[in-house]
């Protein structure tokens, strides 16, 4: 193990040079696929995307939008990229190696974000978020990708309002009836997500929202019907709700991982998915509010559940692709560990779960909430219903 060191941070102020680089470090065969994913996969693909975005009336790609305005794009490896620093003194941190070349440390009054080169782990306040493209090092110098910027960082560290308050929450216990979810465990996952789903309602009732759910008893839904269950019940946020099972890392795998819709044109956390697959989608208009919300709830799943943090993730699953509403997927333990399935069969521990998804979904509201007109402070939903 390495001590950490005290190397202060220095830029190279090579910010100019249009050239595409070597990466430093990056030599391996599994880190050049890893930049070579990316990419966006062609021409083709650009235009289908150019076109959606003009249907849907959105911005064609959340890449091509502008995340820091006055920030210096350097194009690497077919994307753009920010230097750590210049963002980090835009936004008054500080910079330090905690290993020397590998670990980079950016601490302000407000966040701590620990930055690994060529990796797409990042530390967030404690919480593990998964980068859509790998830290880059250039010329001694780290960057981290503009759509990174434009679609995680920023919306959680400074999270926009949203135009009208929270107050319809639809709940998707997911698979049920012929679908029954992931095989390992004491129970069907379908079961346990329904089990989850009944103790959930009451909490978030009682915090005054509204709450719907795709399905309230043990039948059949496809999956597209569960987003426009959600867009006919009037939901402002959907929250779906699994368990998971670990294929290649067997029963020691364990822990909580929360999904929101991976922006266009880049690939999902887990690995492959058809460059076809990676066109603008509905569910991307909200990346932005995708992200707040799945970040809040993956904090809170980390700190309440004792469990493992698995990290905010991304995925095109259907029913965040189809979503009309900020949406994220949650999977609450893996039935494949025998340690964490007894636990998600305790009813004590769904409990636990539930109250940290609560919490979770309350931070988001209080950070994106409108401004009450009447104050200038930012209006809680009990808040709301009062007034
Ligand atoms: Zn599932």
Redesign the pocket.
Known sequence: MRTADSLSFRLNWTLFDRTVPRVVGASSRSQKDEWKRCRPDSLSTALIMLVLGAILGQPTSSIAATPGKGFERTPLFGRNYVGAEEWANANAATCKWTRSSEALLLTSEKFKLLLTVNSQKAMLNGVQIWLSAPIAMHQSAVYISECDLQTLMHPILFPQRRDHRVKTIVLDP??GGKDR??PAGIQE?KTHTLALAKILKPLLETKGYTVAMTRSEDITLVLEDRSEIARQKGGDLFVSL??NSAGEGGPGVHGIEVYCMTPAGESSTNGTNDPAERNFAPGNKLDTQNAALGYHVQRALANRSGQEDRGLRRARFAVLKMAHMPSILIEGGFLSNPREAKLIASTSYRRKLAEAIAAGIEDYVRLTNPIDRKGSKPSTHKASKGG
């Open positions: 997911g698979h979810g992931k996952e699994h368990f």
